[in-house]
């Protein structure tokens, strides 16, 4: 079969060509013009929109990583669409399909998309900061960076540790950083013979020395229960979270010293600390500041 063209045919080819490199080189041109420069403004808009918000002082430092990426994504977004405009392609069909294609793909990623929205509710609701440390679900570390994905926190013993936001946000959560203070109880056994009054205040001395001890709300020293041959007293200290390791490390020594000190009959069979429970006086101490709530 003869495949040879006429040159009545290859002339009518050429017109096509031209006409169509007429047509559409233009329109090419001006949409790589566009992706181009786009892009150099969408840079240049990150840049600005990340010193603008680094100026800004009442703003928490975790949204602004992610306000200047959804600025540069959305700037890309419109880049892209203005680009294909240019070549003729019907944007609302290809937006049709886009989102045909996201609801397919969401569908299939729905682990990863409540991910998202768990992210989006934590960075709403702020439950914790950067820099608090964090219990949740049988894992605790101090926050380091909060994502739209995952949650990266540092364990105490310097691990890293990375956290799905949808596991975070569906477990119980203890924040040990986010209130102003933090309580100590410790629990006293001493000799049933032993002077209470003397003990009290021996507790209360020991308190007002212990580094990290807060002042106001006073330490407090009530009798916890009285039998077997001893006395149990509670000694509630407020200190502030970051001070509470070093309550708890300094505080038990040294009551056990200075109750020994006073002689036989005062020497602790038991010096512990506890967790008051939910009923426990000594979590509402009187005059304690609202900001302990």
Same mark, same amino acid.
């Given at each position: ?17 031209? $006409? ?9 041109? $001006? ?10 403004? &969408?840079?240049?808009? %990150? ?8 100026? &800004? $002082? ?22 892209? !669409? ?18 045909? =294609?996201?609801?397919?793909? %969401? ?37 380091? *960076? ?15 540790? &990375? ?16 209130? =102003?203070?933090?309580?100590?109880? !410790? ?28 002042? *106001? ?12 041959? $001893? ?11 970051? %001070? ?5 490390? =300094? ?8 109750? *020994?000190?006073? %002689? *036989? ?8 600390? &506890? ?19």
């Amino acid at each position: 079969m003869d495949m040879t063209l006429t040159p009545q045919q290859l002339s009518h080819v050429a017109d096509l060509a031209w $006409a169509w490199s007429a047509l559409f080189l233009p329109r090419l041109a $001006a949409a790589l013009v566009i992706l181009i420069g786009g892009f150099f403004v &969408v840079d240049w808009l %990150g840049r600005l929109t990340r010193r603008v918000l680094a100026r &800004v $002082a009442h703003m928490d430092v975790t949204l602004k990583p992610i306000l200047v990426a959804l600025v540069r994504y959305a700037m890309i977004i419109l880049v892209v !669409i203005a680009a294909l405009s240019q070549l003729g392609i019907q944007t609302t069909s290809l937006l049709a399909v886009v989102g045909a =294609a996201g609801l397919a793909i %969401g569908l299939a990623l729905q682990g990863t998309l409540s991910n998202i929205a768990a992210g989006i509710m934590l960075l709403w609701l702020r439950p914790f900061r950067l820099g608090d440390f964090i219990e949740v679900g049988g894992h605790s570390g101090a926050v380091e *960076e909060i994502g739209l994905f995952v949650c990266q926190l540092r364990t105490y013993d310097g691990l890293y540790l &990375v956290l799905p936001n949808s596991q975070i946000w569906n477990a119980a959560l203890t924040n040990f950083t986010r209130n =102003a203070g933090r309580l100590v109880s !410790i629990n006293v056994a001493v000799p049933a013979a032993a002077d209470l009054a003397r003990v009290r205040q021996t507790l209360l001395g020991v308190a007002g020395q212990t580094p990290s001890a807060l002042k *106001e709300p006073a330490p407090a020293v009530f009798v916890d229960n009285i039998g077997g041959g $001893a006395q149990v007293l509670t000694l509630a200290v407020w200190t502030t979270p970051q %001070g509470a390791g070093t309550v708890e490390r =300094a505080i038990i020594e040294a009551i056990k010293s200075a109750l *020994e000190a006073l %002689g *036989e009959a005062f020497v602790p069979s038991a010096i512990a600390r &506890v967790t008051p429970p939910d009923t426990d006086p000594s979590r509402y101490l009187a005059g304690r500041n609202p900001v302990y709530y």
